[in-house]
């Protein structure tokens, strides 16, 4: 007969000490579970556990969502919300847009007529579109790093968008593009704006004896000219050959055209890819104005872009209406 001991659990034959712990096997007594034993080795108190964790989880999860509730509705009291998807701007009215920093102070208060915008009191700043505005655009070429910071500048403004190789933007009022050191102004006109002519477009490049047009097209149209900003739509296009035949037609080539709102000193810029096809005889050296870039070594070899800046400056009523070149 076998017998179990019932310290160790050894199994051994019948004898009254334990081979394996030595214990009187007829004399021994278990003692009584601790508390803590009784009290851990019960599943209720795991399940009790389990529950209380559960309600403290519920309770959390709901005080976070009351919060966050709170905080979605205080936030679109003070304002919709802007989105902007690819292909369309993202118009931003006078509140959401950061505020344009003061210029930086001059020894002498000279002005010419460029920064005429940094230098006019807060109040003359008010009154900037009240009346009429001048329209200056530049077509330029601009290095990629230059490029790249004025886009870090653009897109600060809450006013950007890139539909693949077409970027648009404003810039920022302290921001004169065509002054930057790595652009280079290929061409320059003008035109006066105002509630009576609020719409203007025009032609920039060349016709050939054939009557083909090669260069850029683009149109301004303002929707709005009040007190303190100026809002409106900039479409451009490109007619350009893009294969090294020149007997081969241009091809035309549409961009969306992309809505603007901005304030005294802001400015809006256009980056383009155009073609690196030679657009007329490799050996004429009589290029002018947009066309200068197609005889450009560093945009042949894509170090650099193409870009309209387009800067809206304070006029006055007197001024005559600016020229546009084709």
Not at 157 to 169: I, R, S, V, Y
Not at 210 to 237: K, M
Not at 305 to 311: G, P, R
Request: with cysteine; glycine share 6%; hydrophobic share 35%.
């Amino acid at each position: 007969m076998m017998l179990e001991c019932p310290r160790c659990g050894f199994s051994q034959p019948q004898d009254r000490y334990c081979a394996n712990c030595g214990v009187d096997m007829e004399n021994f007594k278990k003692s009584a579970p601790s508390v803590g034993q009784r009290i851990f080795s019960n599943p209720v108190i795991y399940i009790v556990l389990a529950f209380l964790l559960f309600c403290v989880i519920i309770v959390f999860v709901r005080r976070h969502s009351k919060e966050e509730m709170a905080n979605r509705m205080q936030f679109l009291k003070g304002g919709p919300m802007m989105v902007a998807r690819p292909g369309v701007l993202m118009k931003n009215n006078t509140q959401s847009m950061p505020a344009a920093p003061p210029p930086p102070p001059t020894a002498a208060p000279t002005v010419n007529a460029v920064h005429a915008f940094e230098a006019t009191t807060p109040d003359e700043n008010a009154k900037a579109f009240s009346d009429a505005v001048q329209m200056r655009l530049s077509f330029a070429e601009v290095d990629h790093q230059t490029m790249e910071l004025l886009r870090q500048d653009s897109r600060a403004t809450g006013q950007f968008t890139e539909f693949g190789d077409f970027k648009a933007g404003a810039l920022p009022a302290h921001r004169r593009a065509a002054n930057e050191r790595g652009v280079r102004v290929l061409f320059k006109t003008s035109e006066k704006l105002d509630h009576e002519h609020m719409s203007f477009s025009a032609n920039a490049g060349e016709s050939k004896s054939d009557g083909v047009f090669l260069g850029i097209t683009y149109s301004v149209n303002l929707t709005h000219i009040e007190p303190g900003s100026i809002s409106g739509e900039i479409e451009v296009l490109q007619n350009f050959h893009e294969s090294q035949d020149l007997n081969d037609p241009p091809v035309r080539r549409t961009y969306p055209s992309t809505t603007f709102e901005l304030t005294p000193g802001q400015g809006w810029m256009v980056t383009l890819n155009l073609p690196t096809a030679a657009q007329e005889d490799p050996e004429s050296t009589s290029a002018e104005g947009v066309m200068r870039i197609f005889q450009s070594p560093q945009y042949k070899s894509r170090q650099t872009e193409f870009t309209l800046f387009f800067d809206f400056d304070k006029t006055s009523s007197n001024q005559n209406a600016g020229k546009n070149s084709q």
